[in-house]
Nanobody
Framework: QVQLVESGGGLVQPGGSLRLSCAAS????????LYWYRQAPGKQRELVAG???????VYANSVKGRFSISRDNAKKTVYLQMNSLKSEDTAVYYC????????WGQGTQVTVSS
């Protein structure tokens, strides 16, 4: 059974940092494109960042220069390093893995508030 399990969310003050992790039981992990999405209350789910199997990355304009996505194929884990967090980054963050099928994690809450 495929599982994507996110962790690392929580409450942080504006300007702070968090690192999200997503451990995936998919194979071959290295072949999958991996993404982080987020959904704030009352808003549509949006793409935050993505990383292809070859390592190329893509970011939403709103997080460029603040967030960084990376992957560790040996650990079957994708990360999202989030720096200089703002209140508007508050959302549930979801991990997504895409190859021939689409897999989603259950989400982890990130709240940026003083």
């Amino acid at each position: 059974q495929v599982q994507l399990v996110e962790s690392g969310g929580g409450l942080v003050q504006p300007g702070g940092s968090l690192r999200l992790s997503c451990a995936a039981s998919i194979s071959p992990f290295r072949a999958y494109a991996l993404y982080w999405y987020r959904q704030a209350p009352g808003k549509q789910r949006e793409l935050v960042a993505g990383i292809q199997s070859g390592g190329s990355t893509v970011y939403a304009n709103s997080v460029k220069g603040r967030f960084s996505i990376s992957r560790d194929n040996a650990k079957k884990t994708v990360y999202l390093q989030m720096n200089s967090l703002k209140s508007e980054d508050t959302a549930v963050y979801y991990c997504n893995a895409n190859l021939r099928n689409d897999y989603w994690g259950q989400g982890t809450q990130v709240t940026v508030s003083s």
